[in-house]
């Protein structure tokens, strides 16, 4: 984001708010109970210990007694503050950023009640804001009217969220001023990515609670949630609910505002604690995403008799796994002859030439489309005997449901087909007869022993590789919670046979 385009963004809102002021000033009132003590400031730079979670525990480079209080959220200090005066003539202050004084502390509680952990949280100033995500992974920013951030704040923001951190947007009584502002804001902040609603086979609805049926208290006819986010990598970076959180993790109602849209208590329970969970689930993996892609000077240049590891962008979350690849590529390198090029090439099928290159790897997180020229050059691409692996970033359903839309549109007369565990690519570099999925493959599946590859054959060679669950995740030796994966041992394996295979034939 330039100064420029930051500057004119900022110019706008504050426009808009003038404009929208009269109403959302309506919005402006106390919605809950004071905190039972003042929040502690933030200290020490302890890492997080693993989550009790239905998943693989998390690994640890060594053993650490658990502290007593880890901070594990800040609430964003913004905005202005005011008076309100009650029907019985007495008056509060009140604050933009704290209209729930004690939300923080009751999604804690119920965090601690559930999971057995004991974390705490802060009051953060986002400019004295270390910006450290492995000392605080989530900051909260919660209200009703418009947000306003200027543009240090605005990169401060986006710094911490690419370091690994989270950034949750908390429209606590359903405030279209605040829930607009919030998005717009973020919009700006990460141009490169789009605002895409969360589904409900993400792990963020499943991490610790099923969560995929829920209650609104009043003013919506609904039985969903609906959470919207900003990936970065596989992480969701950025969360925000349209609809009310903060006074439900308090145990109460919205008071003063007949026009609130929130979740009910045990609604907003289930969720909050699926939120905290996650956060704490995915930290390391934040942060190891997020790493820079570090490639060898003389993987630079693309020669011409080594691999290349291209692969394909789209309109979707394309990016799933940004680092996992070239762990894999160094691991091809060492372990085989092939000679191959650490460097990972993005292509554009629809504006890049595909003729340098004979292997392309797709992957992503949700819905996407390629449009008739992409649609062209791709089916040109494997009928010059070029082969696509394709990887179902995460296992989630969405991606799934595009990959054999898409697939119908660039080979109208094939279909995908299990790949029978007799194919040459489960010999390739490693003899593979079994692979070890996570949890929620097995939840899934029962409990799954064979590689489920789907492929599609051209000319009696198999050109398109499909994995419905995810094999790109296990290449970084992490474990993701609550995502239907392969393992990492499983995952190396079969993706160095993948490659090898698509390379050699």
């Avoid at 704290?98 to 974390?119: E, T, W």
């Avoid at 094999?471 to 919670?481: F, K, N, R, S, T």
Wanted: charged share 20%; with cysteine; net charge neutral.
């Amino acid at each position: 984001m330039t100064k420029t385009a930051c500057s004119a963004f900022l110019l706008w809102m504050g426009v808009l708010a003038g404009v929208l002021s009269a109403d959302e000033n309506e919005w402006f009132v106390p919605l809950g109970r004071p905190p039972e003590a003042p929040p502690k400031r933030i200290s020490g730079g302890e890492s997080f210990p693993p989550l009790p979670l239905p998943a693989t525990p998390l690994r640890r480079s060594e053993n650490k007694r658990q502290p007593s209080s880890l901070k594990l959220i800040g609430k964003v200090v913004w905005g202005e503050s005011g008076s309100y005066t009650y029907g019985n003539g007495q008056s509060a202050r009140i604050a933009d950023w704290n209209l729930c004084p004690a939300d923080l502390q009751g999604l804690l509680r119920k965090v601690s009640a559930q999971l057995g952990l004991n974390y705490g949280g802060d009051e953060i100033m986002l400019s004295t804001f270390d910006g450290d995500p492995g000392k605080l992974p989530v900051l909260l920013i919660s209200g009703t009217r418009t947000v306003k951030l200027d543009e240090k704040q605005l990169v401060a923001l986006r710094s911490y969220v690419l370091r690994g951190g989270m950034v949750v947007f908390d429209s606590v009584a359903g405030s279209p001023y605040f829930y607009n502002s919030a998005t717009a804001l973020m919009r700006a902040a990460f141009p490169e990515s789009a605002v895409r609603v969360i589904p409900l086979d993400h792990p963020i609805y499943h991490i610790v609670n099923d969560a995929t049926k829920v209650h609104y208290s009043r003013n919506l006819n609904a039985d969903v949630p609906y959470l919207e986010g900003i990936y970065v990598g596989s992480r969701i970076g950025v969360l925000f609910s349209k609809f009310g959180l903060g006074c439900g993790w308090d145990d109460h109602e919205v008071p003063f505002l007949s026009k609130a849209v929130y979740y009910d208590v045990p609604s907003a329970g289930k969720l909050g604690v699926n939120l905290a969970a996650y956060a704490v689930g995915y930290a390391r993996i934040g942060r190891e995403e997020s790493k820079p892609e570090a490639f060898s000077s003389l993987d630079e240049k693309q020669p011409t008799d080594e691999m290349v590891f291209a692969q394909i962008q789209h309109g979707g979350a394309w990016n799933a796994h940004p680092n996992n690849a070239s762990i894999l590529l160094r691991r091809l390198r060492q372990s085989t002859s092939l000679r191959v090029n650490l460097k990972r090439v993005g292509v554009d099928p629809a504006k890049d030439d595909l003729s340098p290159f004979t292997f392309l790897f797709l992957t992503g997180l949700d819905d996407f489309q390629f449009d008739g020229a992409a649609i062209v050059a791709l089916r040109r691409f494997l009928n010059n005997n070029g082969a696509i692996f394709i990887n179902n970033g995460l296992g989630l359903h969405a991606f799934d449901k595009a990959v054999r839309r898409e697939l119908s549109r660039i080979l109208p007369d094939a279909r995908l087909e299990v790949v029978p565990l007799n194919h040459a690519i489960y010999r390739s570099v490693f003899p593979i007869a079994e692979v070890q999925y996570s949890p929620a493959v097995m939840a899934e599946k029962g409990a799954p022993k064979t590689a489920c590859l789907e492929g599609i054959t051209i000319r009696n060679d198999l050109r398109v590789i499909y994995s419905p669950y995810d094999i790109e995740a296990g290449w970084i030796g992490l474990d993701y919670p609550m995502a239907k994966t392969l393992l990492p041992d499983s995952a190396t394996q079969l993706g160095m046979n993948i490659f090898a295979y698509a390379f050699t034939h």
